[in-house]
């Protein structure tokens, strides 16, 4: 049975992002491993590290020459670090799922503003296609390079993709408060545990990346501040806008995602805890006199990373949707 | 030592606002507490209710007769409960301080819409002061009956009310994260610690009763949208409007509360465990074409009840206004 | 392949140990649910009481006829409520697992000592096999009536049965530490966020009612201190001991899980977030002249509650033991 | 009115118990700060560094001349870091309060194995008396140094020594639980939010330097298990002995500190929530059987690092013991 499933990779399995995805494609019903890898823990058993997780792999480097012979790598790489590592996968004829911002943008000179670095691979950037599952699974199905989205970004477009089209969002804000595991795998005083518990704060005020990522993919700018939350996983956005015609835009937001076994409208509002380690975004609705308020709420390591990373996989070899993702919130 | 103290009480001491004006009287170097009241607990022991309290005091009902003997009173008893009482001890002459929201209001029409009863006392609606120290000493100092205002509200006026006041800001919404203590003493599955920690919602979307609050004190229409945080105390918000005039609007935040203890303008963004356990409100704004967020921070049980309530009646008996106040954060 | 699962009912599917089977059997490959019961949510849909959640079914009572039809029912009542209706099943040919301590006791005058009540089916006790799974899989095979091990009991018992077995381990102290789900889903101000969060405490010394489950199962007494963590799921228990045999001891512990796929001695100290989310058990010993420490971790909803539950159903039917059940812990 | 305080210093401000220090002589009605050194932070307002803080003073470097002219300074320096630095302060006639370990132990070669480095001044590890208030009262009046005890030894000592002092406790097992602050403040994976948030686990077993310091104070060995907590601040000790005489061992919990206004027994078991933010320690004791159960609380950060050492500071100077130091517990 083990020799039907596809064979897969993830390179920078030792953040959270990977790790995750480490853990999904454990018990997919199609995939299996055959590396992981991770500079810091090259050498290492998996179980080691983590320590406790029932995983045979040892950590290698990430130009393991067992990694071309994979159907699809997930590259869990930092911003940049890993354009190169994916260009050469590609040119290898491997299909690869990027979980970094490198080939997300269509407009190459705003991602090298952005970044503030420049592009190594222009050429692969014109073929990635947005890993934006429900909006764009023709064009995943037959990717060779998936740009998966951005926590931030999913929770937010997901609702508000719909209303932009049809023109029926205006004004746009997006009040955004992620869990800490957002923030990667840290030694940072900033990040440890007295510093966080019993704290929240705003962040990235006027200048977090995430924001032209959304705005392009509105297509129109928004305001956009995150916050952070002391909590492990998890991202509850909360958008204002202003709507011309609000019986349009609670019909588009009611039925947009009918058919999608992941997003959902929901008549109460959602709280995080709904959706936490599940790969689901709910989101509802509430309008007084032509100004809206979305309360939309994803698991930003699964939805918001590693999950839509293997739903994309799932869409390219053409896997049903849900194989190997959780759908339903432990207590 | 003890004599020269002012005498105090505390009615409704079984909730959090009431224990930690009970905390603050049991340390303060100018009050001291005669009785505590609480029909829950009435011929219990405080330290036994709460166990350690180094309390010496028994509960009694909140007509106890040594009541009528206090300088000052501080009445912390749920919405339209205690209004009565702050009648029956005003019309003794004993000065209130109301925790609640009953005396708050200029238009008693709104309130009774809002809080849905009718008021008790409208005279005495007509000459309480709204207890907000930094706006109204000169009133508070003189007053026979103090409205402390809403949690959510203080974190709002203090930064807003100075640029209102001048027209600096338009198209207001407030989003406002609160620490579960705002919700009160409750036996309720839905703030037991499994429902909350791990979790982040918002609620009352358009009905929450701080935005008519807010509304009326700045005497303009917001957008208040509130979210339960996993953490005890505190509560940020993050406030977005529009100015005509970005200069004038940042003077004026640098500037209003120059001379006052408890408020301050910071120059980075604040986070809720610089004042948590202190009575100081902290901001701090960022302003990019005509657009503003400032991000505010109080700590929901000081700034926002028991510490403004204790710094009220540091003003109405001519104390230092920080006496017996705290300042300064603990990690 | 819907059909050809076995079927299945919880019966107390409000409880969080009740609702975890519900979302283990809601991606369990050989089983599904064609009932949840729910005197108190009688009528309405699952999917609306746990908001979000992706399960079709309506709540029933607990004398739903379709459990009749089931292949095993899982009766997740409280101690000494589900007695009866447990034994109902059985007489109706349904085989059940039973998560609540009624069917536990050898000894049934112990039971109705540390339960102050009269079991209602001692024949049934007769027949019940303790579905420890890895010490009892042949008697769980062929049982019609499966009494799951409590939480608690289930982290003390793995380690030390093989131990005291053979007599490796005298002087058990057990001081044990819960997340905070062990108590159970309630609207109660002493498990409140704010009454749980920051704190932590001892309960029950020298009175839990797993104290004399362990013993029993031990075959010699214990002194037994739980206490709870602030956090939603997890046991950790310090065991303490003294051994004529170190070596032996030591040798035991690395062996007698051997083919066990969820119990696993460890090098290292195991920690929560190492099972946290999975069926497994971790446990690592240190030696001292003679004493001895054990660290020994599960899931109290998984391993020691709902997976164990599951675990106990793959034996029964069959299915791989691992079927349906999580082994990786998520970050 | 301050000319009249005494003046003070804290070297080693920086982390969390230095920080206290500050924070609580910043209220404090006799004392006040003339220095505060940090060599990470020299050069930088205190206020920028804990942004918010109301303290005026700039961080110099431990060497500041300022500090001679101290009455009394707190060295919070790590272990083995600030022996000498303590030494020249002594040696300049001036009085310090050390919050290491450095010279607490009355046998200087068990401190040197425990830590594993030469003592660079015996000769004033012979004048040092060791600060545990309630025991030393006499002896610290007098002290040109104070060795401030450790936290778990202090939650440990207050109960047991009196036990121990009249042969009332054996096989001593304590089984030791602390939040997160008692590590320090770390830029370190292994203690950021994501690590340690609903997460518990033991550590050093068998290893642990309070082990040997309680052992030399009690008089006898014990076995002593620390664990660390996902909460701020707190330690919970659950002590383990057995009594010859269990009516003289509660009588004598009882009573020995009757005239303590920081320690308390309690007949009910007392949580962390009740000390926490306070300088006081609580204990409870169950018997049975000649076995014995103890649960002692302190606030890991007060009276376990500078909530003591302030209260040294007050009986060295003949100030109220209480004098600036918390007894009652925020909520």
Known sequence: MTNSKIKTAVIGANGYAGMEIVR???????ARLIAVTSRANEGKRVCDVFHGTPCELTFTHPHDPAIKG???VFVALPQTAGASIVGELIDSGVR?????ADYRFDDLTLYEKVYGAK?????LNDISVYGLCEHNRDEIKHAKLVA???CYVTSALLPLLPLCKHGLATDIIIDAKSGTSGAGRKSDEAYSFCAIDENFKAYGVFTHRHAPEISEKLGTEVLFTPHLLPIKRGILST????TKDEGAAVEMLKNAYKDCPFVQYSDTLPE???VAHTNRCMFSARFDKGRCIIVSVIDNLLKGAAGQAVQNMNIMFG???TAGLPLYAPI
Chains 1, 2, 3, 4 share one sequence.
């Open 70 to 72: 994979c159907d699809v």
């Open 272 to 274: 995080i805890s709904a």
């Open 148 to 150: 998966n989205p951005g």
């Open 119 to 123: 592009h190594p691979r222009p050429d």
């Open 96 to 100: 690869a799922i990027d979980i970094s």
């Open 239 to 242: 958008i204002y806008f202003k």
């Open 24 to 30: 999904l494609i454990s018990s997919h019903p199609h």
């Open 319 to 321: 896997f049903d949707e």
